[in-house]
């Protein structure tokens, strides 16, 4: 693995061996690098480790002309979260306009030395098109922030159906909770999917209270669906949000609770409105 941690512990999730490890657990991010096989180049690699890594919101994504950089041939400078957000976008956009086993072809075809020519064979052999005429129907793809792909997290049984008969969902998360799972950067979680019914009065209503609300909680909505459809919302502090209902659509969501580890229980809530 050192060809993928070139840089040794100055990179996280590199060891001094250049292994690919967590410092965090579990952080998905590394576990898609440490699968089986010869790794992809460093742009189509980084980018399928942020696509199918957690499921956090996108604070920036870097230019498309960036992409058209990286995808062209400067796979060797891939550098920050904004150039994988943006790969892991146009990975969302192959995804969904082709198919997730045809993105997950690529992986078979290519390694993490294959030059260009390899790149733009993939492509050819696998949707029909070279490089150019791929990012030439990507500029139609519009920006999203839901370019972590949770297809499989999603297939699971919602816990709570929220609708006027039930339009409450809360749950208490404790750090000694069995489970509970971390750390991951100082903090313990749990996730739970729900499927959000329409609101009542337009209205959503999400709150959190407690020790572990104050020391720095916080609640993750991820919405399921296509990239445009994924609406992300991060609720951080002990205060009350009312929010309209085109903020939480009607859906299904993963749902992320977040509460430092040296803090007692948060009760979190999510009330369709009323």
């Not at 060809?3 to 292994?19: D, K, M, Q, R, Y």
């Not at 460093?42 to 399928?48: D, I, K, P, T, Y």
């Not at 045809?102 to 020519?117: E, K």
Request: charged fraction near 25%; include cysteine; charge should be negative.
């Amino acid at each position: 693995m050192a060809a993928h941690c070139p840089e040794g512990p100055a990179v996280i999730g590199c060891g001094s061996e250049g292994l690919v490890f967590s410092e965090w657990v579990p952080h998905m991010h590394e576990i898609v690098h440490a699968r089986d096989g010869d790794r992809l180049p460093a742009v189509l690699e980084e980018g399928l480790a942020f696509h199918f890594g957690d499921p956090y919101p996108v604070y920036e994504m870097a230019s498309r002309e960036r992409l058209t950089e990286l995808i062209m041939g400067d796979s060797d400078k891939i550098s920050g979260v904004s150039d994988y957000s943006r790969v892991a976008h146009f990975l969302a956009f192959i995804s969904e306009t082709y198919g997730r086993d045809r993105l997950l072809m690529f992986d078979g075809l290519l390694a993490i030395n294959s030059p260009v020519s390899e790149v733009e064979a993939a492509f050819a052999a696998i949707v029909g098109l070279g490089r150019e005429q791929m990012l030439a129907v990507y500029a139609n793809y519009p920006d999203c922030d839901g370019n972590v792909d949770m297809g499989v997290v999603c297939e699971a049984e919602p816990v709570a159906r929220l609708s006027a008969s039930r339009p409450v969902f809360e749950r208490r998360v404790d750090c000694d909770a069995r489970d509970v799972m971390g750390p991951y950067e100082g903090m313990a979680f749990t996730e739970d999917i729900i499927e959000i019914g329409p609101a009542i009065a337009g209205k959503r209503f999400v709150h959190a209270t407690g020790d572990g609300i104050r020391k720095g909680g916080n609640l993750l909505l991820r919405r399921c669906g296509a990239c445009s459809e994924r609406g992300v919302e991060n609720h951080i502090g002990d205060d009350l949000v009312i929010m309209p209902e085109a903020r939480l659509p009607a859906g299904r969501y993963l749902v992320q609770f977040h509460v430092p580890i040296n803090a007692g229980p948060v009760d979190f809530g999510v009330h369709v409105g009323g």
